[in-house]
């Protein structure tokens, strides 16, 4: 309902210079107060020969050893006899969190009052960004839980002065819109286009349900993506990233990019083969470091961790929001690349080929895709299932050359394995409701390797 702004103006526009020394006298406290209160990183400066006194600004942190999700799991219980990464006292902690545990056992994360408010800042500079303040009505359709971005986004909004409806899934009756006129929907694309369909099956049309923003979190998506649930919606639709390690940046209403907040989170990108950093414009591991403010408190520290994602920096010029932070692409999770002989498609590539505006005629949206193949085989199978509104009416021939015109024109490295074989993209049309992923139960995988 408001306009864009700023939730920390001062610290959100301030000279490149001036933020580097914010940075840098944060990268030192940081360091110390990780040589003092982390057993982990404690042993880790000695084991690696590290003084910590020479470490005086961000770019020292580039000569430090980077730190994964299995370097967690390996000094927490039941590897060892207490929690080596906890960075607080434990009476100083407010909440206890658990990733997923999808790869393994579940990285655990300890969470001081502080360490609260810094993460909720970051969501409140997001929202101000995007012109959410008070008097919008916010729907959160993330989970409420171990994961930290539901409680997140509710305390950011208690900061900028906005309601929160914690319906915590998008399938929340529709007379939630109908009684609460909602401004704000926070969900990921598949949800948001499903509650698009719901309102239309319900009379109620989704440009004129009072819906002003659209806030997709939880996954990357393709830019078609966002065009389609714009034609569905008919209203501004933003970007964020987050995770449970402390990494939350979002686009501005220029949607030049995702600002990171430097102050709070310290990012460089490496390469895929994890050996050096990458230059502005390439492709990169992102790899992080949480940085406290002089005399704060933390309960996990992390320094040099590996997201697992992906990004490329766009921009460290001013952006035409007024902000200086560093602007990066909508960052792609490491665990949805897939690699074809020595090249490579992430599921967002997939999802470019969906989202086409002539295909979405006749397309749902929902889809899944299946690599089968494998050592003794000549060639690799991509099978990609499309789910229509009507298969039998559709145009199959018309979508699959408009998909693979998209997927080529953004993977053309793929398409010399096309053309000789050594890559087949097969396509099955379903209607609704008859793709393996709805047999799944909890979150479905959209690209499954079964090679």
């Not at 959100?12 to 209160?37: C, F, G, K, S």
């Not at 959160?140 to 839980?145: D, K, N, R, W």
């Not at 992390?302 to 766009?314: G, H, P, R, S």
């Amino acid at each position: 309902m408001g306009e864009p702004g700023y939730f920390r103006e001062k610290i959100e526009t301030m000279p490149r210079d001036d933020l580097d020394a914010v940075i840098d006298e944060r990268v030192r406290y940081t360091i110390q107060y990780a040589n003092d209160h982390s057993p982990f990183y404690r042993n880790w400066f000695r084991e690696h020969s590290i003084d910590i006194s020479r470490i005086r600004e961000h770019e020292d942190l580039l000569d430090l050893p980077i730190i994964s999700g299995s370097t967690i799991r390996n000094n927490q219980p039941p590897i060892t006899d207490s929690f080596q990464f906890l960075s607080a006292n434990m009476d100083e902690i407010y909440t206890i969190h658990e990733t997923s545990g999808t790869s393994g056992n579940p990285k655990s994360f300890f969470l001081t009052w502080q360490d609260w408010l810094r993460y909720s800042e970051k969501y409140a500079r997001i929202f101000r960004s995007y012109g959410i303040s008070k008097g919008d009505r916010i729907v959160v359709c993330a989970s409420y839980g171990m994961n930290v971005g539901a409680t997140m986004m509710t305390l950011a909004a208690r900061r900028t002065g906005s309601t929160i409806i914690p319906e915590g899934k998008c399938t929340f009756p529709i007379r939630v819109i109908k009684n609460y006129r909602p401004t704000v929907v926070i969900g990921s694309v598949f949800k948001l286009i499903r509650l698009a369909r719901r309102l239309s099956a319900e009379g109620i049309d989704p440009l004129e349900s009072g819906i002003e923003r659209l806030v997709v979190g939880g996954e990357s998506f393709a830019e078609a993506a966002r065009i389609y649930l714009k034609s569905l919606w008919d209203c501004e639709i933003y970007n964020t990233y987050g995770s449970t390690e402390g990494t939350m940046c979002g686009e501005c209403v220029a949607k030049a990019g995702l600002h990171v907040p430097e102050d709070l989170i310290h990012m460089d990108l490496y390469n895929p083969r994890m050996d050096h950093f990458v230059p502005d414009g390439s492709y990169g591991r992102i790899i992080l470091t949480k940085l406290l403010p002089v005399g704060e408190r933390c309960g996990t520290l992390l320094i040099n961790y590996d997201t697992e994602d992906a990004t490329a920096v766009v921009s460290r010029d001013r952006c035409a929001c007024g902000r200086t932070s560093v602007r990066i692409k909508t960052p792609e999770r490491e665990g949805e690349r897939f690699w074809i002989e020595d090249r490579s498609f992430n599921r967002v590539d997939v999802e470019r080929g969906v989202f086409q505006a002539e295909n979405m005629v006749y397309l749902t949206g929902e889809y899944e895709a299946f690599l089968y193949g494998g050592r003794e085989t000549d060639s690799t199978v991509l099978r990609v299932s499309l789910e229509c509104h009507d298969s039998a009416s559709s145009d199959t021939e018309g979508i699959k050359e408009i998909f693979l015109k998209a997927f080529f024109r953004y993977k053309s490295e793929l398409r010399e394995l096309y053309i000789s074989g050594s890559l087949e993209i097969l396509f099955h049309f379903t209607g609704p409701g008859e793709l393996e992923l709805y047999k799944v139960k909890g979150r479905p995988k959209r690209v499954v390797d079964r090679r």
